[in-house]
């Protein structure tokens, strides 16, 4: 399914690589038929694509990426960012980067109106409790299990909170890129 003939993943690399960021590591299922040809298409100096070779739970996408970044970057935190969140723009990454490297919080996290969302910057320091993540689940017990540490970042766009669980989360952000491009 695509969006204007995007991919979702196109889109949401596009933001990212429409950011300040330096590089993005996109952590993909390398055993999915006709994966290569959107990876082949999105391809970019700044992107880096992991694949991972069997289906994966959440734990082991977020490791895989984990570990490539801390492997090649020198970054004080580590952005964690969902592919299937296209309303995220370059402009509210772009906030949460600026917020985050002014403050001396390990975590960084915007929110909508109060509600936490994606995507989120985890320092470097929390390494081994990433690493010991397991099963479908992401990195929310870390930011949950220590709120002084969390600097929470209010964005303008509920970008942050939307992602595409089902075909009606995806028919939705569709009709509205299209109304709003």
Same mark, same amino acid.
């Given at each position: 399914?695509?969006?204007?003939?995007?991919? $979702?993943?196109?889109? #949401?690399?596009?933001?990212?690589?429409?950011? &300040? *960021?330096?590089?993005?590591?996109? @952590?993909? =299922?390398?055993?999915?038929?006709?994966?290569?040809?959107?990876?082949?298409?999105?391809?970019?100096?700044?992107?880096?694509?992991?694949?991972?070779?069997?289906?994966?739970?959440?734990?082991?996408?977020?490791?895989?990426?984990?570990?490539? $970044?801390?492997?090649? #970057?020198?970054?004080?935190?580590?952005?964690? &960012? *969902?592919?299937?969140?296209?309303? @995220?723009? =370059?402009?509210?990454?772009?906030?949460?980067?600026?917020?985050?490297?002014?403050?001396?919080?390990?975590?960084?996290?915007?929110?909508?109106?109060?509600?936490?969302?994606?995507?989120?910057?985890?320092?470097?320091?929390?390494?081994?409790? $990433?690493?010991?993540?397991?099963?479908?689940?992401?990195?929310?017990?870390? *930011?949950?299990?220590?709120?002084?540490?969390?600097?929470?970042?209010?964005?303008?766009?509920?970008?942050?909170?939307?992602?595409?669980?089902?075909?009606?989360?995806?028919?939705?952000?569709?009709?509205?890129?299209?109304?709003?491009?």
């Amino acid at each position: 399914m695509a969006i204007d003939g995007k991919t $979702v993943l196109e889109i #949401t690399l596009a933001n990212h690589l429409g950011s &300040s *960021l330096d590089g993005v590591c996109v @952590v993909v =299922p390398g055993w999915i038929e006709g994966f290569k040809e959107v990876t082949a298409r999105a391809a970019h100096p700044r992107a880096a694509f992991v694949e991972i070779a069997g289906p994966c739970e959440m734990s082991t996408s977020l490791k895989a990426g984990w570990s490539w $970044v801390r492997d090649n #970057t020198e970054s004080r935190g580590i952005m964690v &960012s *969902l592919a299937d969140q296209p309303l @995220v723009g =370059p402009r509210t990454i772009d906030r949460l980067i600026e917020t985050y490297l002014a403050s001396d919080k390990a975590i960084g996290v915007p929110t909508y109106r109060g509600r936490w969302g994606h995507p989120v910057i985890i320092g470097r320091e929390f390494d081994c409790e $990433v690493m010991k993540l397991s099963g479908d689940r992401g990195a929310r017990e870390i *930011l949950s299990g220590r709120p002084d540490l969390v600097l929470e970042v209010e964005v303008e766009s509920d970008g942050v909170l939307v992602d595409l669980d089902r075909i009606e989360d995806f028919e939705a952000v569709r009709s509205r890129m299209r109304d709003h491009g």
